[in-house]
């Protein structure tokens, strides 16, 4: 199911309803069937793989409580091999058959949201296995830990010791939170169905036929992009954080303004948070992180970040793009003493000179973002290739006056509206990075303008359920 | 807590209004953004809805019916309630309404594809354009569920996709509301029903001037037909032989050339079921040839053009003289 479903406009109400009318004994199984369902609608087959997941998670935690030495790293490597293993087997198998160039004998269908919860189930069993939570006895807890419907398909990646707790918790019908809540979602939906939708339709046309389109269309096609996949997923964020709000669960935030970043090493702390916080907690530290030297800690990045492409996706251009992400962040560091002594060297400092450094690097941090997603969106590393060569060796500035706004495909009205939401959407931003909290900060204004924000939105969603709303990207992993 | 849930509740319905006007706009001016193709489904369901001077002779069927019968070649008393894109299943029901306002008709002229009784290809126009009501729907849903494999109507999200349709819901409205002129259809669907009612029904589909390319029908390998048409077919028939209708199957024209690739297979598979449904209704005259017309005779490769239409139609005036009361002034056209 997805949150931009008429189905799930119909399921929510329904679901979070029946959690405030319902007695707290029953609110949780309310809760856990809510999750099976919302997961059958999206991926019907797979729901034994979840609960598999859940019965061998809860199983392996109860085994391993109270014993010691080898036998528990034992338990602990059967759990994760059980988790990692199901997650190999239906995402990197045929990956793994190509690799060794093999033919892989069966096909096999990718269950949705699986990298999620099975990284939430791994995240879990480590927790346990260092002693920082106690193992989960009553299977319920846990299985609805894993199954929350609204991190389920797509994240956030949630902690057990964070979410177990909120199951025990007390949840009241409370309007003010429950508003906050919506109007979380309301930016969700504005920024998947009014911007997400119509930048879909700009990069479709421009990557479906990359090999027509001159060096200028691409770059800006991936400029879009960037615009694109943040809208998609940090709308989504925007989306489960809101719904799990309204009931009254906290979620980890996972998304904190990637795009105003000065540096590499800061994007990827404020982009997919959860992730990356999950992929330091359980990879990088215990890699060594940087307690073993400024080598070793840069060949940690590289592992973490080769691994954290794989994990979008089981090809050769998610390693590299991955790869060139810790390669930047890396970069940055070490040419970090080099970029201060220059800029020291620099003979006016004031306010002016202050903004257009940070102006300036933001904007080459954005670039190497973006040029590293080349190879995400890329169909292949040969696609890929001729992206790159046409943006860099077929860049000419004659192309930038040639190319109309409107060929984009969009026409006029679309083309206005998307820029109106993207001005919208870097207010919001702003308004995040310099006062913490958008929808904190509207819910203060006086009413005409609450409900100036509330009817623009509502009226420019309205407008373009014409386009229709695909899948979530971060659907597919 | 019931004050707070009232605010809240309050709150939403303020915040919907854009939504509401969107709805009620969908819902009180349809000739206002809707395509040319409305008017038809607009105008046969005022038709066969409304007290209509009682019509001897019913053409039902689907676009080929629609594009190959001029009633007013042959009769007064003749009316082409055939809709585009249907199949028995809409015209059941029509028929079913038709009865409600009007004496039964003294004859039916059943015009369907041979196709149209193997797939149900146009359903979401049917629900898009509210041609069925509330319950013929639920009905009709509820067939499909007893029905084995009819994924045209319970498909992935079936449900959501009724209800958004049954409440005009933007996700499916708001693109012809806003890809509409400026000033609106209204005109030019008030003209297309308009003509439509002058001609009795009547509507042409293609414009060309010849077409010679393949039809439906060709993509088919064999005659598999739907039970669920069929069964809405049989009750179709049932009810016109209740009603005490003479019913008369016939088939609409096919080009030279999809003649030639519509599979052996195919033609058996239907002429076999044809001969089932004589044996079931021996009082039913049906029609086992499907006729050949020239590529001239063709607007597009499943519809006669007009020159067609007044041939097609010119033979059903000789073939049935008790039956129609008009006249060829001019001869048919060749």
Sequence with gaps: MLFNSVQFVLFFPVV???????????????????????????????????????????????????RKGKGRTAILCLGITANIGALFFFKYFAFACSIIGVSPPFRLLLPVGISFYLFQATGYLIDVYRGSLAPEKRLLRLALFLSFFPCLLSGPITRAGEMLPQFEEEHRFDYERIRYGLLRMLFGYFMKLVIVARLDLVTTRIFDHYGDVNGYGLALGMVLYAFQIYCDFAGYSELALGAAKVMGFSLPENFRQPFFAEKSSELWRRWHMTLMKWFTDYLYIPLGGSRKGRARKYINILIVFAISGLWHGASWTFVIWGLLSGLFMVLGELSAPLRSSLLSSIPVHNRFTGVLHRFFRTLITFSLFVFALVFFRAPSLKAAGEILGKIFFGFRLSDVFALSPFSLGLGKVNLFLLLFALLILFAADLINELRGDKISWLMEKKAP????????????????????????????? | MKKDFLKLLRNFILLSIPLLGAVFYAAIFPMRYHSPEYPMWAEEKSFVRTDSNDYSVLIIGDSRAKSSVLPELLGNDVYNMAIGGTTAIEMYYAFQNYLKANDPPSYAILIFAPYHFCDIDNYSQTLYYHYLSFWEEAGLTLNAFKSAKEDAILHKGWFTDSLSFRLRLPNKYMAEILDAPSGGNTDENTAVFQKIRQEKGFRSFGTDEENNLENYEVHHETFDSSELVVKYFERLLNSLEEAGTEVIIEQAPVNPFSHEHITSDFYEGFEAWLSETENRHPSCTVVHDVPVYPKNAFGDNNHLNRRGAERYTGELLEKYPEIFKGSLTSGLPQ
Aim: charged letters at 5%; glycine letters at 8%.
């Design chain 1, 449 to 477: 303008i609450r409900w100036g924000f509330y009817y623009t939105a509502v009226v420019m969603i309205l407008f373009s359920t014409q386009i229709g709303a695909a899948s979530f990207i971060y659907f597919r992993f």
């Design chain 1, 16 to 66: 979070t309803a029946g959690f405030f009318i319902f007695p707290k004994k029953f609110k949780n199984i309310w809760l856990l069937l809510a999750g099976y369902y919302f997961y059958v609608c999206a991926s019907p087959a797979f729901l034994p793989v979840l609960i598999g997941a859940t019965l061998v998670t809860w199983a392996v935690c109860l085994v391993m409580h109270g």
